[in-house]
């Protein structure tokens, strides 16, 4: 703690001055919490090089702090996210587009953070067109209310659709925020994504200007927990990234949860991403379920959670979470759906209750940064970032080398349908 005071005694209180995007200084005028865009993250962990930015979900508040504290004391960078079916119109947490970046400004008041910090508007998902009528007056709302970066997922929809549906929504993403796209829902072994549909939904972007700075893909994964060891496929993940190098786009790793630290280092170490997703281990290890060592929640022979008896929420809680679950017949995969009914009961447990909570995501998440992820220090090269542009607005990493006439709207639609790949079997793949 003493180092990044000592630190950041000059260098922080500029960044302060100059990084703070105009919603978070209009948000928070007095505010020492230094909320930055997307990009800073992402400037920073190219800098460090084979190195990604913890993204965590922040379902609830006692995860927003033990995230929180856990930066502060690798003195790492950090993105608190949360994605449109966790915190939506139609959410399972309290926490939302809405009020997350409140909860974080003050959570980093009071714990006194001093590491750059981006609000994250994940999985913005778009399924058809009135999604994008909705998204048109919605995005601008969660920006006014202190988002700093956004997921534009309409991954769901066919490739050409994918790519005109980022395109139109485009314009109500502020240009200085941080900016992700995704091809590929995440859906596992099913469905996964290839070097072609990348290339299509990048090279469309870049054509109208538009530069993302991460791409998300179906490399394997899932979200919540891993029913196998299947996994993140590195290599498949490398080969996209290669491919689409020349446009400077980082990787997005999404459903991290439940996949081993080695395939995690090797994901840092031989691919090109920036941004790991963690969402449902932070969850589990805050209820105080028993995980394994990189993060899935253990279950017994009657496929129940195992609670660790005087870690996270009472036994008390517990109990009346699950005997919740049982009487909406919710399985381990509901078990999320938890945080929006429990949320208050969870705040009003005794500060000692809260605090073991918080403490058990702290030591998760510095472990994932320090161990796992080589984000050590990299709090430093964020601000470096800052500073040497002098400016909340770190600008573009790429520019237009496609030209826009061949990506037309009826040219993309040509284009679309010369793809030829497996979307997988259709289902609910939020989140």
Request: charged share 25%; aromatic share 6%; proline share 3%.
């Amino acid at each position: 703690m003493e180092k990044n005071q000592n630190r950041y005694s000059k260098d922080f209180i500029k960044a302060l001055e100059i990084g703070r995007p105009p919603n978070i200084v209009k948000l928070f005028p007095n505010s020492k919490a230094l909320i930055v865009s997307g990009k800073v993250i992402d400037r920073a962990m190219l800098a460090r090089g084979n190195a990604i930015a913890m993204a965590a979900n922040g379902r609830s508040n006692v995860v927003i702090f033990g995230a929180l504290k856990a930066a502060q004391k690798a003195n790492s960078v950090l993105i608190i996210e949360i994605a449109k079916s966790e915190g939506g119109a139609n959410a399972y947490c309290a926490c939302s587009f809405w009020n997350l970046a409140r909860q974080v400004d003050a959570a980093c008041n009071e714990l006194k953070i001093t590491v750059p910090v981006a609000v994250h508007a994940d999985h913005y998902g778009i399924k058809n067109e009135e999604d994008i009528t909705t998204a048109q007056i919605e995005i601008p709302s969660i920006f006014e209310a202190g988002i700093t970066s956004i997921a534009i997922d309409a991954s769901h929809m066919p490739d050409d659709q994918n790519l005109l549906a980022s395109l139109k929504l485009n314009p109500f993403v502020p240009p200085w925020a941080g900016l992700e796209t995704e091809v590929g829902e995440i859906k596992g072994k099913e469905g996964l994504s290839t070097v072609e549909e990348a290339l299509f939904l990048i090279k469309g972007l870049n054509a109208h200007e538009v530069f993302p700075d991460w791409i998300a893909l179906n490399n394997g994964t899932t979200h919540g927990i891993e029913a196998s060891d299947q996994g993140i496929q590195v290599p498949l993940t490398a080969s996209i990234h290669d491919a689409i190098e020349p446009y400077h786009v980082s990787g997005a790793q999404h459903g991290t949860s439940g996949n081993s630290t080695e395939r995690l280092k090797k994901i840092a170490k031989e691919t090109r991403t920036t941004k790991a997703n963690v969402a449902t281990a932070l969850q589990m290890i805050s209820w105080g379920l028993e995980v394994n060592d990189y993060g899935n929640a253990i279950i017994d022979d009657q496929g129940r959670f195992n609670k660790v008896k005087g870690e996270g929420v009472t036994e008390e809680l517990w109990a009346d979470m699950t005997a919740y679950a049982d009487k909406k017949g919710w399985k381990k995969g509901d078990y999320k759906k938890l945080n929006l009914p429990f949320e208050n009961r969870i705040l009003a447990q005794p500060a000692e209750i809260r605090e073991r909570m918080i403490q058990r995501v702290e030591k998760f998440v510095y472990d994932m940064l320090v161990n796992v992820f080589n984000a050590k220090d990299s709090a430093d090269l964020g601000i470096e970032a800052i500073l040497k542009a002098n400016s909340y607005n770190l600008g573009f990493k790429a520019k237009r080398i496609e030209d826009p006439k061949q990506w037309t709207v009826s040219k993309i639609k040509e284009k679309g349908a010369l793809i030829s790949s497996d979307k997988g079997r259709a289902g609910d793949f939020d989140d």
